[in-house]
């Protein structure tokens, strides 16, 4: 084992504990063992009607059946980006089977629509829509006034992407406005998680990377943010974190079945979610929310955050050398981290990110997106004067307003619309 990995399985098993399951080969006990720690009956949502999950499903049946589990109804999980309606339907499901325990074996999208179905389930009489529920501690809030905590969630993570098996997010989408929506909250923290990382040797590369490079934002995002107090847990976080991924998308780009790549890529995304339970994401993942109906989360992170780490770089040199010597160590940056500074420090790491952005074939300008259109600029600029996003304008190491936003905001995302760098204002 690598000192790499070491580091990684230390900062993970610090973060969990006992309450995580992950590594290879972990599927065909854990969930079972975890589920039967909150009752007898259980509610398995999956992707019911795919081939490639069919031996995963029995497995996972198997593990429940073990453990004396009744297993009182299935359920398909969410589409990609968890729409409304799959919330909905999926909540629909836990009010008439009344599980004690909801099992979700998905994807970040799954497992986030699972966590909302499921706190909307527990407190649906005091509120009976999600809407509510969006923005920061909202779901807590309630659950105070109730005297009530969340169904059990066991949460087995099928993607190395968002982590969503292990944090307090639940991303929502409203498909009518193309707008995805956040609710971040401790309350809705699965309770027991599992991840067996054999299960992506099988992932189309698409989906891989996709989901890397959310991994990758939530490290570099919570590292340029970080408050003082969680600054160097950040660090060691972004180094371990991101280090791995690289080196797993390297790998598997060359072997999408290598399954030492993979467990590199779950422990690397796994990192990204220990990250955002110490600091929270900004301008890029912002962003995404609003153009979830042309680019997949993981792409529209991996193209805005060159851009913001331009827009930071006055702010954040000692991350900007962290992270771009990563990016020089694997040959994405050939010029000297060191003997750089300021806004030049930031070109050269937004560099080396757009190489490798290129080596994996990404769109690294927003006008080379199939179906954008500059609307979406707009669109991103008022979403980020909504209230309930307010979070990632103040987690910012270079915090806005939403006063701010048209004046700082919208030169980045122009910069970001024809690749040109130079068109972004530094404060």
């Not at 780009?253 to 590199?264: F, G, M, Q, V």
Request: glycine share 10%.
């Amino acid at each position: 084992m690598s000192e790499l990995t070491e580091r990684a399985l230390a900062i993970l098993k610090e973060f969990k504990g006992d309450a995580y399951t992950f590594g290879r080969g972990v599927l065909d006990e854990a969930p079972g063992k975890f589920a039967a720690e909150f009752g007898k009956k259980a509610l398995l949502v999956g992707s019911m009607s795919s081939d490639w999950f069919y031996p995963i499903k029995n497995r996972i049946l198997k593990s429940l059946e073990a453990a004396g589990i009744d297993v009182v109804g299935t359920a398909r999980s969410a589409s990609p980006n968890a729409p409304f309606v799959d919330v909905y339907r999926i909540h629909s499901h836990i009010m008439h089977k009344k599980p004690d325990v909801i099992v979700v074996a998905a994807g970040g999208s799954g497992i986030d629509a699972a966590k909302a179905a499921a706190t909307l389930a527990t407190l649906g009489d005091y509120q009976p829509e999600i809407d509510p529920f969006f923005g920061v501690g909202e779901v807590t809030k309630v659950c105070r006034e109730s005297g009530r905590t969340i169904i059990p969630v066991v949460a087995v993570m099928m993607a190395a992407s968002s982590a969503a098996h292990l944090t307090k997010y639940s991303n929502i989408t409203d498909p009518v406005i193309g707008q995805k929506k956040l609710i971040v909250d401790e309350a809705i923290v699965p309770p027991r998680a599992v991840f067996d990382y054999d299960v992506t040797t099988t992932q189309p590369m698409s989906l891989t990377v996709d989901g890397s490079l959310d991994g990758v934002a939530h490290l570099v995002e919570v590292y340029f943010g970080a408050p003082a107090e969680v600054k160097g847990q950040a660090r060691r976080t972004a180094e371990v974190g991101l280090e791995l991924i690289i080196k797993g998308l390297i790998q598997t780009k060359k072997d999408p079945s290598n399954a030492e790549a993979r467990t590199l890529l779950g422990l690397g995304t796994d990192l990204g979610g220990y990250a955002i339970m110490i600091g929270g994401t900004s301008g890029a993942h912002l962003n995404s929310f609003s153009l979830v109906d042309v680019l997949s989360h993981g792409r529209a992170c991996a193209l805005m955050n060159p851009y913001y780490s331009v827009f930071f770089s006055t702010a954040v040199e000692e991350q900007l050398r962290v992270i771009g010597g990563i990016y020089k160590k694997y040959g994405y940056i050939e010029q000297d981290i060191d003997s750089l500074s300021g806004r030049k420090l930031g070109l050269a790491v937004a560099g080396g990110m757009v190489n490798f952005s290129k080596f994996l074939d990404f769109p690294t300008r927003l006008s080379e997106v199939p179906g954008i259109s500059e609307s979406h600029i707009d669109k991103c600029l008022t979403a980020a004067k909504n209230p309930q996003l307010d979070m990632k304008l103040r987690n910012m190491p270079v915090p806005l307003n939403g006063e701010l936003v048209d004046e700082y905001m919208r030169p980045v995302l122009e910069a970001a619309w024809t690749g040109e760098f130079e068109k972004i204002k530094t404060m």
